[in-house]
């Protein structure tokens, strides 16, 4: 249930209705937009229903019915978010490259993969140093250490870093370092983790889980916005089928759904959706035609050695190449790309 | 199995071999290419391991292990093929448009479907006269009346025809009529079908059924092939998954991998993968800049009266727009639309 | 849409809603039922709306609305069908055990499967003798030597049998020999193939598509019940999903959902649905608790030497031991075995 | 990779290959087994391919290629493991039924909820005070007053209690009090949640994520036992596919391969997996004929007043009624059932 203030509410407005929710045993999340404040309530919402909403002085209307979520919804924010990683914009307005390594492994081929990411005309750098594997004997990532070289990374390139974590312990630390946290497949639906992001004041990328519909994706966006952080960054990275040939079946009709559903960007991560080398530009190229607002790509200088996914890192010659074809097919469906 | 002959091989040659696994109680089915001929063997190979073919004259090599489909697999065609559709070609050095009525309705709805379909740069039309549909409740099709329609159709425009079948008995009589034969998503394993349609001298479009792999799918082209008729356009029109916001998947990285596994073309159906109009124009923009060889669409006049998946289709003017849209992206990625 | 005649409506009244129906463009298929007469109608619904069905002559009343599927549902059979294959009932009062050989290879194999499926205490026995294999290079069945064969272990054994068919062209001919004619998985969907068994009068097993979902199933179950034929069987195989381990993913609740929606006896193919030997006997037992009205399991004397799923298949001995695990569970759910 | 050492392999023997793997950049996690003490690899385990395992004392030998997880498999473990939950056995040599409300919501609704539970043959009880809930709208649970609810429960039953955690930080708190943690079917790859339970020492439950091969379904127990923690259940709750009419498909099948690939104990949940109370009962019943070591089921004194999954909460006379049913099914198939 979600209460919408008139433009007009007062402070003592917005404090009387959370005051209500929370005697009710309930939460009440306040996000103030630029037109109307937005309170959502979180609990038994049986016990809701007996307070009279609509007759407090600065409520307008209150949403109790329809989707399940609300303040990431596109029908009470019909104007989409650009949200700023770092001072790199994702949006509607422009396109945007993100690219890096899948995991930092060392200083060395991290640079080699961000400067790749650079040349290619990446704006933002993608590299993870907690990674959640799915067998415990595989690589976990450099932790601290990887995080130090990631920030070597961006003071070398001058761009923005999105950075995994991938429990709650970590936000509060990542979100001083990353300019962007990124919430991976594994924990789409860890609803303490994303409760602790929507309490960060960076950028959130979400990324699709493998077996979440679009509406539960945006459902788990509106745990991170009722804690107050609304600069959420989708990502579709692929879903669970039965055909055995691509790691994962990249939805793109999915990705342009959530677009229509909600204000915020949806970008797409062909690398992790497909796992295959060869597949990596053209879905990069099909996903920027049917309007994704970025793709983020993995670069590898030498994939052969590569800790982590290294099947699916394009060489940093292959990422330049890409660069190109991205910018052509780009401008063809009249987006401008991020310089 | 698959016996290759060499390319001095005489007709004797081939015969001998057709003769021995005849006696050995199966079927040959011999396909002679430009520099091979190929000869599928049908039946229990256990049965054929016993014949001695790499010592009889004429036989190259013999295909035993690896890919459950050989005579459409690229190891053996490592050129693509392109298939003639009356003068268009479908293939990878060009790229085509389809479109037309989801089913004929009328001659008027018809005409209106084609016409627009050809203004909006449509080199191929596509028409139904027999619906598979899943309720018997639903409109079944105009069946001989609609051939005549769509007849006079390719009559006022000029452009061939694409017509479905959905029964052994109808094979013969559409292959005379239709420029090219389709075979559904419903029945993409009806080999007995697949076999009849195998056996006439039109090119044949192969439907993804609904739950088939690539590989799968690979294997229902090889029982065209194996009749003799390699001329097979491949055809994604989305897999069934948990996500209920499409009506399918469009997976347009199985495209993307039946390309690399085979040198026939694989095109895009991106109207019937989705179920949703306003999807259909960012996924076929999606599926020429992923390399698709053409994309199939479905147009009616008035989709609000049409008889069959009306929410899927585009208006004349929502058709015209895209085809604008879909040059400009093919031209970016370095592909001419036929004209 | 339907039209349901009042109790005491003359032939007459049927012929002329009947009438009205073939006016409009439609066909309409009769079924009589020993309390009401049901009128099925086919083609284009919305020129039906115009028709004043309820202010004619013994009409009860018209479905219009709700599930679309009717003459199976069970909201208008309330009490439940038994099917007699032969004279074995399948049905709720009862369990039946369906046994024999995956495909019929030879009189050999035929005989030693079947007489382990009646020793076991099988009442029906299958076999097929057309094969719609994924691959082209597979054993394709023994067609009609096959089915000489079959009858020939019906006289040994005295049991029924049931066989698949292929193609429309198959129907009239093994409606004449075998009890009960299979319409399969890759064909759940082939409505042409659907239409024709509805027209025998033989029973019909359905098999539930890889991709199907139950109400489908139960639609392509109202294509055989609309033209005459309501003798039929549904069959859970198991369907297509993201789970390796298995060759189908086994749905025993989609059984027992189909239970609660038709009036149709519904059973289970374990063999084919799993896919391992292994997994046939905790699956069947699963099956007859969970209420299934039959199983049908695959047997083979030497699996190893199958032509045909081997690997699915249960040996004589481990057929004999699940006969007698079957019977205990039936035991204790309640339903006696046929034997 | 996992190395085994010899039975009588040193405390020294043991230290000194964790000391290697340490030095190599990796971690070394120890389970001391009755007959062989397992030391599990942690890291790049490209570097421990270079160090002389198999040369150093007190070594048998060095696991290396197979299945990805080595701790749960069968093949290491040929003896089926019996995890105790207080007092009660979960294992191969009993059947256990497992009953309670999904969520705690007041005292009252606890009470009468693992009342009815025990009078129907439960030996344990189910009840979450943290609710991971997909849409952050529903009710997310009671927290620690759950916790004193269900711990007065269990007083007043004598039953031991399960009970789910959502986040690391209540691992601690919830391992004191719970007599087996449960980590969810959306927390299934949250793998620093997996490796927090994998340091308690009380016994975990390990539910089967939506979209989780029964690969990486023992992957994840994989991460619990490497810990040291090897009281570990699984359970299979539903996987997400294509059909609508359950919550989720139970994957019988899937059960019954975890058995024969793992030592550990598995059950089934099939409130969860089918959503709808009338499926609870067959799905139960098929359960224990599957051979599944236990089932767990929600009970709720009045289903239309839940504030949580009311639907497929089976009332106290359902639940005595299925107890009865289990009891028949399980002598059936030779299980005795926990009293």
Redesign the interface.
């Known amino acids: ?1 979600v209460v919408v203030m008139k433009q007009e509410a007062s402070d003592a407005d917005i404090e009387a209705v959370a005051e209500k929710v929370r005697a009710a045993g309930g939460e009440a999340f306040v996000s103030r937009g630029t037109v109307h404040t937005i309170i ?7 016990r809701f229903q007996t307070i009279p909403f609509k007759q407090m002085p600065g409520v307008d209307h209150v949403i109790q019915v329809g989707k ?2 609300k303040m990431v919804a596109r029908d009470l924010h019909p104007e989409t978010t650009t949200v700023k990683v770092g001072t790199t914009p994702v949006g509607r307005d422009s396109f945007t490259i993100i690219a890096g390594p899948c995991a930092v492994e060392s200083a060395d081929q991290a640079f080699a993969a961000t400067r790749a990411a650079k040349a290619a005309g990446a704006t933002i750098l993608r590299g993870d140093v907690y990674k ?9 990532g450099l932790g601290e250490l990887g995080l130090e070289i990631l920030a070597e990374c961006r003071r070398d390139t001058g761009l923005p870093i999105i950075v995994e974590v ?4 970590q936000v509060e630390h990542v979100a001083e370092i990353a300019d962007c946290i990124r919430v991976g497949t ?2 789409a ?5 994303l409760k602790e992001v929507g309490q960060t004041h960076k950028p959130v990328m979400l990324k699709r ?3 979440m ?4 994706w945006l ?1 788990a966006a ?2 991170v916005a ?1 804690r107050g952080n609304s600069e959420i960054i989708l990502c579709e990275r692929g ?8 790691r994962n ?6 990705m ?2 959530a677009q ?1 559903e909600t204000h915020l960007p949806v970008i797409v991560d062909p690398s992790h ?2 796992g295959k080398h ?2 990596v530009a ?2 990069s ?7 994704a607002d970025a793709v983020m790509i993995d670069v590898h200088a030498d994939p052969d050695q590569a ?1 982590c996914d290294g099947p699916q890192a394009l060489t940093p010659d292959e990422m330049m190449l890409l660069g190109r ?1 991205l910018e ?2 780009a ?3 009249g987006r401008p790309v991020n310089h």
Chains 1, 2, 3, 4 share one sequence.
């Open positions: 249930m959502g309530l979180v609990g038994d919402t049986a399940p979520y959640p594997r799915t067998s415990p004997y595989s690589f976990q991938v429990d709650v312990s594994r924990n639906q860890n609803f303490e983790l889980g493998l077996a519909t679009v509406e539960e459902q509106e745990y009722q879903i669970r089928t039965f055909e055995p040939s691509t079946t990249l939805d793109l009709a999915g342009a759904v229509r959706a497909v060869d597949l053209p879905m190229l099909a996903s920027v035609a049917a309007g800790l074809e052509a097919v401008a063809a469906v």
